[in-house]
């Protein structure tokens, strides 16, 4: 199969590419970029793209597919059917499945689960302890070598501060990165929103922005005494960004992430008792809205992933104090991004791309994220202005618990082409 992609915008920061070009694919490899390309044949297919960016496939490195064991809220046939719809053609899942990615066999059914059923690439994330319990380290060798690509107990933090100390140690000799739920139960209290004006005038329990920012700072710190590298997941609130912009002055070894909905939306969504706007970390208010964007701006927060967190309706159609905490992100996170970032002059077009491509192919270590001749065709091709409306009836993912929900976006995919194979077609999953 040849493809011929002619006449799009292509943007690829990792080699500084921002123009008007033709893209060649040729066995599943970029073959040639560049001007007025032109291949003959009955087997090459030819894509116009003109008025479409065409960007290396979005990656995303936080995300719940949520098999094995959960597969009634989804799977992984039906989650990466989901990520290829909203353009990723990576994805990386994370470790609370039952049971947990703790060993080599769930690492491998993992593997081959997806090559049998998957849409994307898929790499999972080890579990930093046994049983994400806290208790004791998981075997972060054999993980390794199994191919997971970082390790985490998201949806769990590390409390004690001497595992986390020991699990950087490992992992950093290993070359894997350290993914960290920066969460303090005890302050956290068993609150289920943002602790403020709205969980007040809701008579919900609230969350503290200091259960974050603790665990925020005491991770960075152990990582600076280890001079280990250290990645802060799902950050939402304007002192963790403080914190780790601090931080990276000083030269700790720290990166992190935030989420498209903590850029986009304040506590304000929970009111009326939605359980689609409950989520872990929770919803912030409008100052920590303004310093996520300021991060993102100066370069503070690197990456922006989905924390793609699916369940049954029936775990959300419940009182809030019952609710499941987590959203679903895959088919709206690049929409969000344009419309909330770049359409409000926030970022360029190119920086929004490389905090969805080359920032977590870095981070995670993979040779992924960029157009480079040679490369493993994974790309997004995408009308950067088409609006239109959320419908979370058309979800490829079995859940539906967005917020997101008949909101006006902005950033339409129409390809998503991954190892040179065409997955979705004029927005239409193959």
Same mark, same amino acid.
């Given at each position: ?10 943007? *690829? ?8 070009? *033709? ?26 793209? @003109? &008025? ?31 990520? !290829? /719809? ?8 994370? $470790?609370?499945?039952? $049971? $947990?990615?703790?060993? /080599? ?28 319990? &806290? ?17 985490? *107990? ?22 894997? !990165? ?26 919900? /329990? ?12 005491? *991770?960075? +710190?152990?990582? #600076?005494?280890?001079?280990? @590298? ?29 989420? %498209? ?19 872990? $970390?929770?919803?912030? =208010? ?5 310093? +996520? ?11 922006? !992933? ?8 029936? #775990? /959300? ?33 190119? #920086? ?34 088409? =609006? ?14 967005? %917020? ?27």
């Amino acid at each position: 199969m040849r493809i011929l992609i002619k006449g799009g915008h292509v943007i *690829d920061p990792k080699n500084s590419i921002d123009e008007i070009l *033709d893209v060649y694919i040729e066995d599943g490899v970029i073959s040639e970029i560049g001007k007025d390309l032109e291949y003959g044949g009955l087997d090459t297919e030819v894509i116009d793209a @003109k &008025g479409m960016v065409v960007s290396p496939g979005l990656i995303d490195m936080h995300c719940h597919l949520r098999d094995p064991g959960f597969e009634y809220k989804e799977d992984i046939e039906s989650g990466t059917k989901s990520a !290829a /719809k909203g353009g990723f053609t990576t994805i990386a899942c994370m $470790p609370n499945t039952n $049971p $947990p990615i703790d060993n /080599k066999a769930v690492v491998e059914y993992i593997f081959s689960k997806a090559k049998d059923a998957g849409y994307v690439n898929v790499f999972p994330i080890g579990a930093i302890t046994k049983g994400l319990k &806290g208790e004791e380290l998981s075997d972060i060798g054999e993980l390794k070598f199994a191919g997971v690509v970082g390790i985490s *107990d998201d949806g769990n933090p590390v409390s004690c501060a001497h595992l986390m100390k020991n699990a950087l140690k490992y992992a950093n000799m290993f070359d894997l !990165a350290v993914i960290s739920h920066c969460e303090d139960l005890d302050l956290a209290g068993g609150g289920v929103m943002n602790e403020g004006l709205m969980s007040t005038y809701l008579g919900l /329990k609230g969350i503290t922005k200091a259960a974050e920012e603790v665990m925020v700072a005491r *991770d960075i +710190i152990i990582a #600076e005494h280890e001079n280990a @590298k250290i990645h802060i997941a799902h950050v939402s609130t304007k002192g963790s960004v403080e914190l780790v912009r601090q931080a990276k002055r000083r030269g700790v070894m720290v990166t992190c992430e935030t989420c %498209p909905h903590y850029f986009s939306l304040t506590e304000d969504m929970v009111d009326g008792y939605n359980t689609n706007a409950k989520m872990n $970390p929770p919803l912030r =208010e409008v100052e920590d809205v303004n310093a +996520i964007i300021e991060g993102l701006k100066d370069g503070t927060i690197d990456v922006i !992933a989905t924390d793609h967190a699916p369940h049954h309706i029936d #775990e /959300k159609n419940v009182e809030f104090d019952k609710a499941k905490c987590g959203i679903v992100g895959f088919e709206t996170a690049l929409a969000v991004g344009i419309t909330y970032l770049v359409g409000k002059g926030h970022l360029t077009l190119s #920086e929004l791309i490389k905090k969805m491509t080359v920032n977590p192919a870095n981070i995670l270590g993979l040779n992924k994220g960029s157009l480079a001749i040679g490369a493993k065709a994974d790309i997004t091709i995408f009308d950067p202005d088409e =609006e239109y409306v959320v419908d979370v009836n058309q979800f490829m993912s079995k859940g539906k618990n967005s %917020p997101y929900h008949n909101f006006k976006l902005k950033g339409k995919v129409y390809y998503t082409i991954v190892n040179g194979k065409i997955v979705v077609r004029d927005s239409m999953l193959m």
